[in-house]
């Protein structure tokens, strides 16, 4: 026993869910505890996904099984019209009995041969699905995996890191036979791997310290036809706008800058991954897309067709953003015209704005493209949701996720990226009408309206701008403000008169049902200093107290000083704090990557 505990002082036991990690107490391998939300949600998803993988392949044998059915039924008819004209033919002609022997015989020979190996029961028996997480660090996701799901068959870890490769191994034993008979870890280049296993992987999974960009083409090949893949992008810097310039050359995409930034960022990602599909003459179907603390994470099912592939430009849209106001414009790429039976693929005509903005006519900012398509399968969500709730307890972070997957099954699947009211009160300088009032102006004008999950305060509708400026411009009327400079955008607005009489009595569905039934929608942080980590390998220095927080700072630099001093005691005073850094006052100051980006990763 005593070499035991001997042999762990070195390491931190780490539990989450039902998996338990040997985690080293210096830097050596990453773990972020904050990417509890994002394994927790990519379990709620891959239950689902087990589950409606295995409806979709008995809704197929019983499709063919009715088929033959069918089949049967039509030659049994066929085969009844015969007899009737044969036994006409026999009153008018007698056959030999030997003859009429002879023949049934050979019909009954080929029956028998037919019915060996009929071809309706040649049905591919549905395995386990194979899960491949390709960035496996300490492999506590994969371990998750292995140990909570279940249905899985196996799990394979990889990792270009050999020190993440023997922790990984380390761990998988620590966990016992289960795990043993179910994970496998290997030292290899997730992208040359994926490459050599095309469509081997039923679930693949992303998630990469920063971008994902590089892993994207041979993602989608290693994922099986009506397979999972789950990908996670941490630069948010690049995805919002920040680097436009770094985001088209990676994701080919251009952002614009705006309140809805970080759905734009799912849109970007969803688009970059639908384009390196089409390569392949695969296409992606999302399933559920999600922004949580400081990433995004998106869920998608990747299929081959390459008829359907034609259908990309419906689902990309260029953004037109006014640099005056909050309104944008999406421009889709291309369009339909059928004629007759036939459908054929065209140019979108455009553009959909003048050069300058109708509302306050200032110039408008162009980006994209984007998904512009739905990002949420919503019987996705609310099955997802309802598997989370029946789970409670598997969940570490049960309220988060519940919190989060409410709200997306409320959201208006149908319209892109959202706006915010206190924004847009901002612009005419106005003190903002309750979110109640507005939601019940926006459907007593007979048009639709919800919530986001990205943002408290970011409303979605499929309202035209005119109709959201007719409101504002009625708001002000009642609530008049003080005069603004003439070359403002608010008094470009204000100066035109509403077309719309608009009608602020409460709606009855002002409230959505998880606002009328109080579920809490968005929560704080668990604790401070909720976010990115500081990369393995990397010497952890007083410069990365906004990423850890003071008190770990000094517990780590005292470590290493007592491990210094061979005498194991600790300092008489704990290591001073930069310079200007208090407890209740973290730094705002990111840290710089290799590549000279901001580091917003984990």
Not at 185 to 208: C, G, N, Q, S, W
Request: aromatic content about 6%; proline content about 6%.
């Amino acid at each position: 026993m005593a070499e035991v505990e001997d042999k762990l002082k070195d390491y931190e036991i780490i539990r989450e869910g039902e998996a338990e990690i040997l985690q080293l107490k210096k830097n050596a391998v990453f773990f972020n505890p904050v990417q509890v939300h994002n394994r927790d949600m990519s379990i709620a998803v891959l239950r689902a996904f087990v589950g409606k993988r295995k409806e979709e392949h008995e809704a197929l044998v019983n499709k063919r099984n009715k088929l033959h059915q069918e089949n049967k039924r039509s030659e049994t008819s066929v085969q009844n019209g015969e007899d009737a004209s044969t036994s006409q033919l026999d009153e008018m002609d007698v056959v030999p009995e030997k003859d009429i022997n002879q023949a049934q015989d050979e019909i009954e020979d080929l029956s028998t041969e037919a019915t060996k190996t009929p071809s309706w029961k040649v049905t591919r028996e549905l395995k386990p699905p194979v899960v491949l997480e390709a960035l496996a660090a300490s492999g506590l996701r994969s371990l998750r995996y292995a140990c909570e799901v279940d249905g899985l068959g196996k799990v394979v870890a990889l990792d270009i890191d050999k020190a993440s490769i023997e922790c990984c191994k380390r761990n998988i034993k620590f966990n016992g036979a289960s795990a043993t008979s179910k994970v496998e870890a290997h030292v290899a280049d997730a992208r040359v791997y994926m490459l050599t296993h095309p469509k081997e992987f039923d679930v693949v999974d992303i998630d990469p310290y920063g971008s994902p960009s590089v892993f994207l083409d041979s993602a989608v090949q290693a994922v099986a036809d009506g397979g999972l893949l789950m990908c996670t992008a941490t630069d948010m810097a690049v995805l919002c706008g920040t680097n436009g310039e770094v985001c088209y050359s990676k994701y080919g995409s251009y952002p614009t800058k705006g309140k809805y930034c970080h759905e734009m960022a799912l849109r970007i990602l969803l688009a970059s991954i639908e384009s390196h599909a089409n390569r392949y003459k695969r296409y992606i179907v999302p399933v559920l897309s999600v922004f949580m603390d400081f990433y995004v994470r998106v869920f998608v099912r990747v299929f081959t067709s390459a008829s359907e592939i034609k259908n990309t430009p419906l689902k990309l849209s260029y953004i037109y953003q006014c640099v005056g106001c909050d309104s944008f414009h999406l421009q889709c790429l291309g369009r339909t015209i059928s004629k007759n039976s036939t459908v054929k693929h065209a140019p979108a005509i455009g553009p959909v704005v003048p050069q300058e903005c109708s509302d306050c006519g200032k110039k408008f900012n162009v980006g994209g493209p984007i998904w512009s398509a739905p990002i949420h399968d919503q019987d996705w969500v609310v099955s997802t949701l309802a598997g989370v709730k029946s789970m409670k307890d598997r969940y570490p972070a049960y309220d988060k996720i519940t919190s989060v997957l409410t709200t997306v099954s409320e959201e208006l699947h149908d319209a892109p990226l959202f706006f915010s009211l206190h924004n847009i009160a901002g612009t005419v300088k106005c003190t903002s009408p309750s979110l109640v009032m507005f939601r019940s102006a926006v459907l007593n004008a007979g048009y639709r309206i919800s919530s986001t999950h990205v943002n408290p305060l970011g409303v979605k509708s499929d309202a035209p701008w005119d109709v959201i400026w007719d409101i504002m411009r009625c708001w002000v009327k009642n609530h008049p403000i003080k005069e603004q400079p003439h070359d403002s955008p608010g008094t470009a607005i204000l100066s035109k008169s509403p077309t719309l009489e608009v009608d602020f009595s409460r709606a009855v569905a002002a409230l959505s049902k998880a606002q009328t039934k109080k579920v809490k929608r968005f929560l704080p942080n668990p604790e401070r200093h909720w976010g990115p980590k500081v990369r393995a390998g990397r010497k952890i220095t007083s410069k990365h107290v906004s990423l850890l927080g003071p008190e770990a700072i000094n517990s780590i630099l005292n470590g290493a000083v007592s491990h210094e001093d061979g005498n194991g005691a600790a300092p008489d005073k704990p290591a001073p704090e930069p310079e200007g850094i208090k407890d209740d006052e973290p730094s705002t100051k990111r840290q710089k990557t290799g590549d000279d980006e901001e580091a917003n990763e984990p």
